[in-house]
Each structure stands twice: as C-alpha cells, then as structure tokens.
C-alpha cells in the first residue's frame, strides 16, 4: 500500500514555466519534507512542514515554495524553473521530533 | 547539521557479505538510518539504530554503531544481484532534519 505518493512521476517543464509538484500521504504524519536531489549526490532538504507551521531552509533559493493545504497534501510550486533546477525532487513524511522518515517515489523533473 | 560520510563505491561478488561504512561528527543523533535507493527510484527505508544500541540484526542486515568513533556500519549478509543500489546513511536528531551522506554506490558482479 503505497504511503508517501508523488505525482506526477515525470515532469517535463520550459525554462521560466511554473511547475507545481504534488505529495501525498496516508500516515496521517505532522512534519512533510521537500528534498531535491541532483544526480549522485544526497537528498539536500528545501524545507519543512510541521502541521501548517513552515520552515525553509536558508539557503533554498526564493523561487521554491510549499503549500501545505491540509494533512494529507504538500505541493511544490518552481515559480520560474531554471536548467539547475533540473533534479528528482523527493517528499518524505514523519510523526516529528527524531521519529523515521518515509520518502516518496520521487518525481523527476526535467527543464528545456 | 552534522557532516556524514561514506565511502562512495563499494564492489561486491554475489553472494559474499557486503559491509558499507560511514562516519558521523553529530554524537546528539538520536536515530542513524540507513536507505536503498534504486535507479530513479526514491528512499527506502532499509533499517535504523537508536543511539544507545550497539547491534541491530534484522534478516541478512546487520547494523553495528560504535559511539566511541562515531561509526556506523551495514553489513548485507549473501550479497543479491537485487542489492545492487546507492545506500544512504543519516543521522536525525530532534529538529526533525537528517544529515544524509554522500551514498555509497553498491555493485554486485556475477
């Protein structure tokens, strides 16, 4: 049964064309999380949710935003996509504090 | 955050035991993870230690934490073709962040 869901799984976008990335889950967890991930290298963390308390982390460019419109959802809204921003793009899940984390499939974004 | 590292590629012949390392500064982690990643795919979960363990085995997965040397290890007993993966270690602590490592990319040849 499928717990953390990203969709879509690819996404192809144009250079400056708004994108939003969509996560859900079925674990009922307070904190979701946005991770972006370049080729080989780590999940590098964007920002978090705990309930509808946001928290970025400081050196996530201002072109990335998060809206968390209940439990269940978190989206992922690129105002203006750049090449760079061209990654997997991660959510994950968990009850807070140092409790596990449970990750999503992943959606892959490519930009023209 | 804490700064974790990993050696990055490991090469394995199957059915022999695989054992990926990784090192850790932050001695406050509560928890230390290890997850699969398979091409294109996102984390999986493999296993996790609490910080006041020294030894977790679960099926042919063995994870050994030494706190003295802020080491942690996983050991994957008769290595699959089916491992073959990119495997993540992180630490989490309270501030409901993990510090992943750079992945140590597994191979297993024939």
């Known amino acids: 049964d499928a717990m953390v869901i990203q969709n879509p799984r690819y996404q192809v976008t144009q250079f400056g064309k708004p994108v939003t990335l969509s996560c859900s889950q079925t674990?009922?967890?307070?904190?979701m999380y946005w991770y972006q991930q370049k080729s080989s290298q780590a999940p590098k963390l964007l920002f978090h949710?705990?309930?509808?308390?946001?928290?970025n982390e400081a050196d996530t460019p201002d072109n990335f935003q998060s809206r968390r419109p209940n439990t269940s959802f978190c989206f992922l809204d690129i105002r203006s996509p750049g090449l760079g921003d061209a990654a997997m793009y991660l959510c994950?899940?968990?009850?807070?504090?140092?409790?596990?984390?449970?990750f999503g499939p992943g959606t892959r974004l490519l930009v023209l | 955050g804490e700064d974790v590292e990993q050696s990055l590629f490991l090469s394995v012949r199957e059915g022999d035991s695989s054992v990926i390392n990784c090192t850790y500064t932050?001695?406050?982690?509560?928890?230390l993870y290890w997850y699969k990643q398979e091409p294109g795919a996102g984390l999986q979960l493999l296993t996790y230690?609490?910080?006041?363990?020294d030894m977790k085995q679960d099926q042919r997965l063995t994870v050994l934490l030494n706190k003295k040397d802020k080491h942690l290890s996983l050991r994957i007993a008769d290595t699959q073709t089916g491992d073959s993966a990119i495997y993540f270690c992180?630490?989490?602590?309270?501030?409901?962040?993990?510090?992943f490592g750079a992945g140590t990319t597994v191979t297993v040849r024939a």
């Open positions: 949710y705990y309930d509808k308390d946001f928290n």
């Open positions: 932050d001695s406050s982690s509560t928890y």
């Open positions: 674990l009922n967890h307070n904190v």
């Open positions: 994950a899940t968990s009850r807070g504090g140092a409790e596990t984390q449970y």
């Open positions: 992180a630490g989490g602590g309270n501030d409901y962040k993990l510090s």
């Open positions: 230690i609490f910080s006041n363990m």
